[in-house]
């Protein structure tokens, strides 16, 4: 019988055997499901931070633009008419002329005539997509201007405001644009096409950086300055007048104008590009109706190769009084030197004969730098020019002037 008994033992051994494994396994299953609840609550856990911490950035972030845009300005200027969009602009261009005119080296602290300082008020209302109606007014506030300022002269005393423009000013796509008061006139800026960058130091107007600065005969000062012998003959600058733009075709536009006192003054422009080269050009006749000097025949161009930034200038002009001359010629680079903005290199060289009822003559070589501060508006500029005159076939002094300064735009 206990033969019998062995395997019904063995059997029960067994079956105990297994169900002892399986509620181990049991438990490990147990446990690890524990494990994972435990995990899974962590992570929710670490979610809802995530969260948390996502929606405290964003409401930092709505708090700083809310703040960024309350400590923004407003605007406090606006037009008196509804349909009238108004813009405020100016610069502000002020330099350092040091001046060697064989007698003496004097500093002079000079606003830049080459380009003024100014501010402007522009209105421009759109009737339609063709037709626009617009009013200008441009002043100008200078302070010792640097065509003015001579040796016996250092100081011009308080700043003066001078009206440059006031125009209203009517402009049709297909029509072209009629523009009324004073303004440029149709010839203003022919000889001063230029594309080198360096205009505000240095370009066909000689006499704008140190025209007032008076030549020197034997130790003596004379009354011949530099804006006598040297002169652009730049049409007629800014007048009264009633002025006709057309519309531009191929590039070209045909201007014209009648000013008070019997003169006018018509140009041709131009400007486009020849594959990598861009150009500029203009040309004008004017009737100055000035003491029997009856026209004045001037032009300018301009050409830059964009990709390697050199670039050429050029500019002439006659009157029939006196016969009167001036040729101009500049050559200029403009280089990518520094990520703020353009760095523009010139040279050039002007000869102007016989101005201001005398026989003078003007020589001229000059060289220039000017560094863009692009995101400000901002031109960094210095150079050096050389003069060197006669009149009445007496030969003067030459004059050094080194100019350094700054033309900040708004």
């Given at each position: 019988m206990q033969a019998r008994l062995l395997p019904i033992a063995s059997l029960l051994a067994a079956t105990m055997a297994s169900?002892?494994?399986?509620a181990q396994s049991s438990e490990e299953v147990d446990l690890l499901r524990q494990q994972i609840e435990a995990q899974q609550r962590q992570l929710e856990a670490m979610q809802e931070r995530l969260d948390e911490l996502q929606r405290q950035t964003e409401a930092a972030t709505d708090t700083a633009r809310e703040a960024a845009?309350?400590?923004?300005?407003e605007a406090v200027i606006e037009s008196g008419e509804e349909r009238i969009k108004l813009s405020i602009s100016g610069q502000v261009n002020r330099a350092v002329n040091i001046a060697d005119d064989g007698r003496r080296t004097k500093v002079y602290n000079v606003d830049n005539d080459n380009s003024s300082t100014r501010f402007r008020f522009d209105g421009e209302?759109?009737?339609n997509e063709e037709f626009s109606i617009g009013a200008l007014i441009e002043?100008?506030?200078q302070s010792n201007p640097s065509n003015e300022v001579s040796q016996e002269d250092e100081d011009t005393g308080t700043a003066t405001v001078n009206d440059r423009k006031a125009e209203v000013i009517f402009d049709h796509e297909r029509f072209g644009a009629l523009s009324l008061g004073q303004g440029s006139?149709?010839?203003?800026g022919t000889s001063e096409v230029d594309l080198s960058g360096t205009d505000v130091i240095?370009?066909?107007?000689?006499?704008d950086l140190a025209g007032g600065l008076l030549f020197v005969d034997s130790d003596e000062y004379t009354d011949v300055d530099i804006g006598d012998v040297f002169s652009n003959l730049d049409g007629l600058s800014r007048q009264d007048r009633i002025r006709y733009d057309t519309p531009e075709f191929a590039g070209f536009q045909l201007s014209g104008d009648v000013i008070s006192n019997q003169r006018y003054s018509t140009a041709l422009r131009w400007a486009g590009d020849f594959g990598d080269i861009e150009a500029a050009a203009a040309a004008a006749y004017s009737n100055p109706n000035d003491d029997g000097n009856d026209y004045i025949i001037n032009g300018s161009a301009s050409a830059l190769h964009k990709p390697s930034g050199l670039n050429l200038t050029v500019a002439a002009g006659t009157q029939d009084e006196q016969s009167a001359k001036t040729?101009?010629?500049?050559?200029?680079y403009i280089a990518e030197l520094v990520d703020i903005g353009s760095t523009n290199f010139s040279v050039d060289y002007g000869r102007d004969v016989n101005f201001n009822d005398s026989s003078s003559e003007g020589n001229t070589i000059g060289g220039f730098a000017v560094q863009n501060l692009a995101d400000f508006g901002t031109e960094f500029f210095t150079g050096v020019r050389w003069h060197e005159g006669q009149a009445d076939d007496n030969s003067f002094d030459d004059i050094w002037v080194l100019t350094f300064g700054s033309r900040v735009k708004f």
């Open positions: 169900h002892g494994a399986l845009e309350a400590a923004a300005p209302g759109t009737v002043l100008e506030v006139t149709a010839s203003d240095g370009y066909s107007s000689i006499s040729g101009y010629i500049k050559a200029g």
